[in-house]
């Protein structure tokens, strides 16, 4: 035996490749890069810097999380539809505008303010066109009225909690966004909406060809992403009590990464809000650790795009060859020892030995039904079966003598 082949059959039968290939077979499995990467990230950024994981840190980045989190939930149903919105940046921004004007100029209630960052939030549901037009209409609205926030006398003690505030030791806006994050999650696994969005994403003309109303579908996941952003933005103003030429700048990318690198494909129909929560996570996380480490804004761009390279060709080469892999790894039996040969003889024992057990059996309907594809019990023992004729006949319990037509559908049952 060559040495190639001796290796491989070691291997094989030391390793249990069949419980490897029903690892990769589970939804769940998706999920192993992800989060090696989040752990990864974790690790390498709690080494590099001291007290990066102190408690003070720790809820800053909380904060920040809950925004952001709000944000890519929003962008990965647009993606589970088989879009991608690239304006979440600027109606965020918008929506922070509007929010800290309707406090601190137009003094609304904070429960008006959140009202009117949602509305801004949902009026704009296009991609591109929103991305550039709504990041000029910030800029020029930000220059025009930024000197009348930023002297602002007023003060809301509401507004000022949900930005900075804690329940429980933990941030008002986590808990908004976990709140956010299971109601995203119910939707998407449990209800029809849910189940539209991921047969969409999937595969449109399939999705058109079920009776599933295709453009209405689409047109709900970018009102969603748009609420979403609004949402974040009003707990963004909250946090910080005003906005600035910078803000939501980038964030349609790190949003898009954070997707992305949590395992949801570009090509949508596959992914889930917990894929969005770990590369959410991966994503600030390392964010946050190159700008203590002293990188700027371009540093971040730049490793923001390697990430969303990686994941990027990931999706698309495990989705092209995940079944090559599991071939290869699920069984190989050339490699594995053959059990002994059983007797075939009709008196021999074993599985092929002669079974006899229903010769006595008393037949049922035997000569009086045609093509009985199945049968069935109910609760009272009645016994029912189908006939090529269209029919479901139905035996009465105990002796099934007699028997009735149950119900005539016109074709095989």
């Known amino acids: 035996m060559r040495l190639p082949e001796s290796l491989s059959r070691l291997f094989y039968n030391a390793i249990p490749s069949h419980l490897v290939g029903e690892i990769l077979t589970k939804r769940w499995a998706d999920n192993l890069v992800p989060f090696l990467l989040l752990a ?9 810097i ?22 890519v939930i929003g962008l990965t149903i647009v993606m589970l539809g088989g ?28 429960s008006l303010a959140f009202v009117l960052a949602i509305t801004t939030g949902r009026a704009f549901l296009t991609t591109l066109v929103t991305l550039i037009m709504g990041r000029s209409l910030y800029d020029i609205l930000i220059i025009a009225w930024g000197k009348e926030l930023q002297m602002s006398p007023v003060l809301n003690d509401q507004f000022d909690y949900i930005g900075i505030g804690s329940l429980a030791g933990l941030p008002v806006s986590i808990l908004i966004a976990g709140a956010f994050a299971l109601l995203a999650h119910v939707l998407l696994s449990r209800s029809r909406l849910g189940w539209h969005i991921s047969a969409v994403g999937g595969s449109r003309r399939s999705a058109y060809n079920a009776g599933i109303p295709v453009r209405r579908t689409v047109f709900l996941t970018y009102v969603i992403s748009g609420l979403s952003a609004g949402i974040a933005g009003f707990l963004f103003a909250a946090r910080l009590s005003g906005a600035g030429p910078g803000t939501g700048a980038g964030l349609e990318l790190a949003a898009l990464t954070a997707a992305v690198v949590g395992g949801n494909s570009l090509g949508g129909g596959r992914g889930s809000i917990a894929k969005g929560l770990m590369g959410a996570i991966a994503v600030l ?4 650790g190159l700008i203590r480490l002293g990188y700027g804004t371009g540093s971040n761009q ?15 080469r495990w989705a092209k060859n995940r079944h090559k892999v ?78 009735e037509v149950f119900a005539h559908i016109g074709g095989f049952p």
């Open 40 to 48: 990864a990230v974790i690790a390498i950024f709690g080494t590099a």
């Open 50 to 71: 001291n007290g990066f994981f102190a408690p003070a840190s720790l809820l800053d980045t909380t904060r920040q999380l809950g925004e952001f989190l709000i944000v």
């Open 326 to 403: 599991l071939a290869e790894v699920y069984v190989a039996p050339v490699h594995h020892r053959m059990s002994g040969e059983e007797s075939a003889l009709p008196n021999g024992g074993g599985a092929y030995a002669l079974n006899d057990r229903l010769s006595e059996a008393t037949p049922i309907a035997l000569g009086e039904v045609e093509g009985p594809e199945d049968v069935i019990l109910d609760e009272d023992g009645n016994l029912y079966a189908g006939t090529r004729h269209g029919e479901i006949v139905r035996w009465f319990a105990p002796d099934y003598r007699r028997s």
């Open 302 to 316: 730049l490793v923001l795009g390697f990430m969303l390279a990686f994941a990027v060709v990931l999706d698309i």
């Open 83 to 110: 879009g991608i919105d690239l304006s979440v940046g600027s109606i965020y921004a918008l929506s922070v505008f509007m929010s800290v004007v309707g406090i601190y100029l137009w003094e609304l209630p904070t």
């Open 285 to 288: 996380t390392m964010t946050n």
